[in-house]
């Protein structure tokens, strides 16, 4: 079954409740790129799994037509998303800077490069801590982002808040046991090199 426009305000407020799980301040774009219509009318995110879905479905321009709209969307107020994300890092100068892992989904690759161009430019105004994007999948067996890691954070005692705000996600089913437990599979992978029980694989990218 496919989604319909309804999941778009759903998972708005599902990632409220999971930045109100850290107790962090959160940030959204209206980015209606980020959807697509299909021959039969219907919304579908670009990050719903394309099985299901005819060719002719896919959006003009595929994976980087997409994701070069993305950054340069302008908000009713004239700015880009690079520009508004940009403005955020100057505001707050950020000790870290964590971008997505670079997958498969357009929308991951998007927000990717949106927060890497957003960080170039307030780089010339302000002094921030390192960019970095995470290296693995849901079960630290395989890098998305060429290379090795070039650190592994210890992040044991940390689990618990991080499944809880994991979990605010129910409309891409981050709720299911299943992937709570590749998330603890993809912890405890990482956290056996470096002799720990979890950990996260980060690669420094600016």
Not at 21 to 44: N, P
Not at 142 to 149: A, L, N, Q, S
Request: proline share 7%.
């Amino acid at each position: 079954m496919k989604p319909s426009a309804e999941v778009i305000p759903r998972r708005m407020a599902e990632a409220k409740a999971a930045a109100e799980v850290f107790g962090a301040e959160l940030f959204q774009l209206d980015i209606m790129e980020s959807i697509y219509t299909d021959s039969k009318g219907q919304v579908v995110p670009l990050d719903y799994p394309r099985k299901g879905h005819d060719s002719e479905d896919a959006p003009p321009g595929g994976l980087p037509f997409s994701s070069a709209a993305w950054g340069y969307y302008r908000e009713p107020n004239g700015k880009s998303a690079i520009d508004i994300v940009a403005d955020i890092l100057i505001k707050v100068a950020p000790e870290l800077v964590v971008g997505n892992c670079v997958t498969q989904n357009p929308d991951h690759y998007a927000a990717a490069l949106i927060v890497r161009q957003a960080y170039v430019k307030a780089s010339k105004t302000v002094t921030m801590g390192p960019f970095c994007i995470g290296t693995h999948n849901h079960t630290g067996d395989i890098d998305f982002f060429p290379g090795e890691p070039e650190m592994i954070v210890d992040v044991t005692g940390f689990e618990e808040i991080a499944i809880k705000a994991f979990s605010c996600h129910r409309t891409q089913g981050c709720h299911c046991p299943k992937r709570i437990e590749s998330r603890y599979a993809r912890w405890h992978t990482w956290g056996k090199k470096i002799n720990t029980t979890s950990a996260e694989p980060f690669r420094r990218i600016l």
